[in-house]
């Protein structure tokens, strides 16, 4: 599921491997001395370069940082643009409501589904079907160490998996659509992003009804406003 996702590496399994011998040597390294957390981001960068070479080693750490969301913190930036796209591609009365022409809202939406849709589709069923086999070993490790559960949406690994690949396929969408828009119509874009994110992601009144009893700077964080990570789009571009 590495293309899907955006990562390029040539060599899966050995990239596979190096990365479980890592993560076993952290954790030994940790276990014997509790009190320094070992760098294994840092040790895993000096791997990749060490054995697939410069070009792959910023790609991954590019991918890593730019591309991979296991939570939607991870990507903010990338993360709000997809809410509002997401939304208004399937939303007829919010798609309505974006002053752009007819024809070119046309050519976003064929753009917008044609990067994203096939690879979708055959990204959960590809999910659909590894669900349904027998864990490795270090699977079932992973799942216990973890608390994994395909069941549970909060526990499902594979979510990480599809988050990624949905902020990958945006993104190339988003490397097709800046050239379609003119500066006014971006400016445009953005103005009417904002209003439909402020109003989307604004706390909401019964969620604070629920929360008597709680300590009030609990109660204050809480109902605290989502902040809006929304760039200008020409701000915003792939990395990789």
Not at 67 to 86: G, K, L, Y
Not at 165 to 174: D, K, M, P, S, T
Request: charged share 30%.
């Amino acid at each position: 599921m590495y293309e899907p996702m955006g990562l390029q590496i040539t060599e899966k399994e050995r990239f596979v491997a190096m990365l479980r011998r890592l993560i076993i040597e952290n954790r030994r390294a940790y276990e014997a001395n509790p009190s320094v957390i070992p760098p294994l981001a840092e040790n895993v960068l000096k791997a990749v370069e060490s054995s697939f070479g410069g070009a792959q080693t910023r790609h991954f750490f590019l991918w890593s940082t730019t591309v991979f969301t296991d939570v939607p913190a991870d990507n903010p930036q990338w993360d709000h643009w997809e809410i509002v796209f997401s939304y208004m591609m399937r939303d007829a009365d919010m798609w309505e409501k974006l002053k752009l022409e007819e024809g070119k809202k046309k050519r976003i939406a064929n753009v917008y589904w044609n990067t994203r849709k096939p690879e979708r589709d055959l990204l959960e069923e590809k999910i659909t079907t590894l669900k349904g086999r027998l864990l490795s070993d270090w699977d079932l490790e992973m799942y216990s160490i973890h608390r994994f559960n395909n069941d549970d949406e909060s526990f499902d690994p594979f979510n990480t998996v599809l988050q990624t690949a949905e902020i990958n396929h945006f993104q190339l969408f988003w490397e097709s659509l800046l050239p379609l828009l003119s500066a006014a119509e971006k400016s445009e874009l953005r103005a009417y992003a904002k209003e439909f994110l402020s109003e989307l992601l604004a706390p909401d009144p019964l969620t604070e009804s629920g929360l008597e009893g709680y300590p009030p700077e609990v109660i204050s964080v809480l109902m605290e406003p989502i902040p809006l990570t929304l760039p200008y789009p020409d701000e915003l571009r792939r990395a990789i």
